[in-house]
């Protein structure tokens, strides 16, 4: 296994056009968590999936953004009508069930 | 309600330094959960460590050791003979069971190791 994987990496946008983030976790982890973070900053909690069920979304994620997990394996992130203060790294995790988080590399957005 | 503090915002020290970077935390649960994860220039989470709540034996790894303080709510961390390579912004983090071990994160303290 190769960990989490992230894509796309890097990802430059329009103000008000829809982005989409992928996130595969580590297969044998029921547990995957989203977090944003921006430069100089720690990362915020976002959502977290236990297997196909969204079970916590945190205020921060308004009605432009949307998360799923099909299956309970991979996971995408939708922002819609993106604005310039969605810029960030946004940041997929898994974990098993011991409270240890395993992070992907990042999906950077940043939106013009 | 739960709070980690990295009250260094940036350190600098020569290669071979000893260097250790502090860790508070603030929480009311008795079961929790203490990480360090270091956040290379690419930009990658890397874990480190976890500790739990009732394990405050002192830990070492390498040039690595951390010190978990309970009586301080302190969980600090020391690289030793530091390398330039240990270059990053180290994030000290808190979950506990009954928050889905979301990750309470400090702001992170950015490590500079100078040749």
């Known amino acids: 296994d190769t960990g989490v994987s992230q894509n796309p990496r890097h990802k430059i946008t329009k103000r008000g056009q829809n982005v989409t983030f992928r996130c595969d976790p580590i297969s044998e982890h029921n547990r995957l968590y989203w977090y944003r973070q921006t430069l100089g900053q720690g990362p915020e909690f976002l959502t977290y999936?236990?297997?196909?069920?969204?079970?916590?979304k945190s205020r921060l994620l308004s009605d432009r953004f949307s998360a799923e997990r099909p299956k309970g394996s991979f996971s995408t992130l939708e922002i819609q009508r993106t604005e310039q203060g969605d810029s960030a790294m946004y940041l997929c995790?898994?974990?098993?069930?011991?409270?240890?988080?395993?992070f992907g590399e990042g999906s950077r957005l940043t939106v013009l | 309600a739960q709070k980690v503090t990295q009250a260094q915002t940036e350190i600098s020290v020569v290669e071979k330094e000893d260097v250790t970077l502090d860790c508070v935390y603030e929480t009311r649960d008795t079961t929790y959960y203490l990480f360090w994860y270091k956040q290379p220039p690419s930009g990658e989470l890397v874990f480190l460590i976890r500790?739990?709540?009732?394990d405050e034996q002192n830990e070492i790894s390498g040039r690595y050791s951390w010190n978990f303080q309970k009586s301080t709510s302190s969980f600090n961390f020391t690289i030793t003979a530091s390398q330039v390579v240990d270059s990053a912004v180290y994030f000290c983090a808190l979950s506990e069971p009954d928050s889905n071990y979301q990750l309470i994160w400090g702001a992170g303290t950015k490590l500079i190791i100078k040749p």
């Open positions: 500790r739990n709540s009732f």
């Open positions: 999936f236990q297997n196909e069920a969204q079970l916590e």
């Open positions: 995790a898994s974990s098993p069930n011991t409270g240890e988080l395993f």
